[in-house]
């Protein structure tokens, strides 16, 4: 599959900062999501992003659809303790039917 | 159920050996996904079916894997002559129709010694 990057791929901050992450792509999304996985779980779905340009919020989470369909980032505001957790990027192509190229995951720790 | 269901939730195995893991997904989720993530990576995709539709095998790293889903419902992810570079955690999601946002389960942690 495509291969995508995320960065950063760990961010130590403290309680009440903002967060950013983003994933690029070398090839064009139709669809992107982004994905919280906890120690021991399954990844859980934050935001998805259908339409290029898209701005979507989730309560303390906004990611965006970039332009260019290549791009994609998640900010976390106000972050509190149970943020903690690895944060993954997926984009889905034409090319790959319904499968979803996931990034490396930025590791998030919070400190209170 | 109320989530997708995987057991066991963590196998032990030895090389050469075959092993099987299963995926009970959501009530009603027409598709299904098989992914697998390895320690520090993201997930790789694996398999996918959607209802009496041919699967979508591609991800598939060797003829070592297989997967099948009965009555187009539970799923079994089948690795034969298991070698180290299997272990990882196994993942299903299913979804209500072949759409992005699907749920996964909580995995299947694989350790090939």
């Known amino acids: 599959g495509q291969q995508l990057n995320q960065s950063p791929q760990s961010m130590f901050i403290q309680e009440g900062e903002d967060v950013s992450m983003n994933c690029t792509s070398s090839?064009?999304?139709?669809?992107w999501l982004w994905y919280k996985q906890d120690p021991g779980e399954g990844p859980v779905l934050l935001i998805a992003?259908?339409?290029?340009?898209e701005l979507t919020s989730n309560g303390r989470l906004t990611a965006q659809f970039g332009i260019t369909r290549k791009d994609s980032f998640l900010n976390i505001s106000a972050s509190i303790p149970s943020d903690v957790g690895i944060y993954f990027c997926?984009?889905?192509?034409?090319?790959?039917?319904?499968?979803?190229?996931f990034g490396k995951g930025t590791s998030l720790l919070v400190t209170p | 159920g109320a989530g997708v269901s995987q057991s066991p939730s963590n196998k032990v195995t030895e090389k050469g050996k075959d092993v099987e893991l299963r995926c009970d997904p959501i009530?009603?989720?027409?598709?299904l996904y098989w992914y697998r993530q390895s320690l520090g990576q993201g997930l790789e995709f694996l398999i996918y079916?959607?209802?009496?539709?041919?699967?979508?095998k591609s991800g598939l790293p060797s003829d070592r894997f297989s997967a099948e889903r009965t009555g187009g419902s539970v799923s079994t992810l089948t690795i034969q002559r298991t070698q180290q570079e299997d272990s990882a955690v196994y993942l299903c999601?299913?979804?209500?129709?072949?759409?992005?946002?699907?749920?996964f389960g909580s995995g299947t942690r694989l350790t090939v010694v």
């Open positions: 999601a299913s979804s209500l129709e072949l759409r992005s946002g699907y749920t």
């Open positions: 090839s064009i999304f139709n669809t």
């Open positions: 992003l259908y339409k290029a340009g």
């Open positions: 997926a984009g889905q192509s034409s090319n790959s039917g319904y499968a979803l190229n």
């Open positions: 009530s009603g989720h027409t598709a």
């Open positions: 079916f959607q209802g009496n539709s041919a699967p979508d």
